[in-house]
């Protein structure tokens, strides 16, 4: 479609802002995978995938909600649920709704690889972007963040569910 409509430019401070997030999108996931491998032997998307099973009342999510949670495509959640299932972390399981459909469950040594991976990637989150902010700019990164999830993910697929249980209650 085209048009000769000018486009709206960047000012100079959404150019900053952009190109500065632009860096961030960029550095923040190494900088996350680099500490899980050397400390908990899980890849960020590996904990993640774990982390939304644990966050769910019977630590077990259907494949494609799974998919959806973890921002994957179906191969590449199944090629990792493979290898999670492998070293007994998680293990498939036919969904009593839908025999067509496939669960996955977090087994027990999956729970305890999580909990035992937690304190070290939440202090590598801490290090690399809470510790540089104060409490108001957390609150406006939380508030900017979830405004532009909503344009990105209008269906909240990945949004945040505050009543899911967290790692840092007592179970």
């Known amino acids: 479609m085209a048009t000769d409509a000018q486009p709206k ?4 401070t959404e150019r900053r802002a952009w190109l500065a ?8 996931p190494g900088a996350l995978d680099h ?29 494609t909600k799974l998919a959806e949670r973890t921002n994957a495509t179906l191969p590449r959640l ?11 972390l998680v293990r498939r399981v036919a969904c009593p709704q839908d025999g067509r459909a496939t669960d996955v469950e977090l087994t027990d040594a999956g729970w305890e690889a999580i909990v035992a991976a937690a304190p070290g990637h939440v ?13 108001d700019q957390v609150s406006q990164l939380a508030d ?21 249980p967290s790692l840092s209650r007592s179970e």
């Open 9 to 12: 430019w960047l000012t100079p």
């Open 21 to 28: 997030l632009l860096a961030v999108v960029e550095l923040l």
């Open 35 to 63: 500490q899980l491998r050397r400390e908990s032997g899980l890849t960020h998307f590996d904990y993640q995938t774990l982390a939304m099973l644990s966050e769910t009342p019977a630590r077990t999510l259907r494949m």
């Open 78 to 88: 199944s090629h990792v649920v493979t290898r999670l299932g492998d070293r007994g």
């Open 123 to 135: 202090a590598r989150a801490r290090s690399a972007v809470f510790d540089a902010l104060s409490e």
């Open 144 to 164: 900017i963040s979830e405004a532009v999830l909503r344009l990105l993910d209008p269906e909240g697929k990945m949004s945040n569910d505050p009543a899911a």
